[in-house]
């Protein structure tokens, strides 16, 4: 069961990185050179959200189901915080990972709400972007890669 949820997760992470590099930097050339906001950017724009929120659920199974989980018993809350590995899964990781998609929805919903093209691709450009920096900078690259 960990086996197969953690290495669904590990996969489905380059295709949660993949969509949100297209989707952000689809958004950043669309406002500077003044397009216009079309299906394919709504479409680009709802599978990043679609493809980031399965990633969520994916994570937070494989959250309960991970052996990292158990040292919250075994070396209580001081020791996992004093551990860089153990904080960084256990805390860090999960925690910048959910900031990160509370960005995407929020970037979504709000682009959504924009009737023209210009404000649309700011409100993904600023959002999208964001969230991609915040899952780069908490992704465990020497475990993934
Ligand atoms: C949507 C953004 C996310 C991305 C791109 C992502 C990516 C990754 C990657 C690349 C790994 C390393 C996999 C490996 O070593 O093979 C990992 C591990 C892990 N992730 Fe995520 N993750 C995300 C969200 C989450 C969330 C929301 C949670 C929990 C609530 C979570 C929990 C974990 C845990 C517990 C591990 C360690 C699993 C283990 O090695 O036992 N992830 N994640």
Do not use: C
């Not at 952000?24 to 709802?46: D, M, P, W």
């Not at 960084?88 to 925690?95: A, C, G, I, R, S």
Request: charged residues 10%; proline residues 3%.
């Amino acid at each position: 069961m960990y086996e197969t949820i953690q290495f669904i997760h590990s996969y489905w992470a380059y295709l949660v990185l993949i969509v949100l590099v297209v989707a952000s930097v689809n958004s950043i050339i669309g406002y500077a050179t003044n397009k216009e906001y079309g299906a394919t950017n709504f479409r680009i724009a709802l599978f990043t959200l679609i493809v980031s929120h399965l990633q969520l659920l994916i994570g937070l199974v494989l959250y309960f189901t991970t052996p990292y989980f158990k040292m919250w018993g075994e070396v209580g809350m001081g020791g996992v915080m004093k551990d860089s590995v153990l904080r960084l899964y256990n805390v860090e990781h999960p925690l910048v990972m959910i900031l990160a998609i509370v960005l995407i929805t929020m970037g979504y919903s709000k682009h959504k709400k924009k009737l023209t093209s210009k404000p649309k691709f700011k409100i993904l450009a600023i959002f999208y972007t964001l969230a991609l920096i915040l899952m780069l900078s908490r992704i465990p690259w020497s475990s993934w890669l």
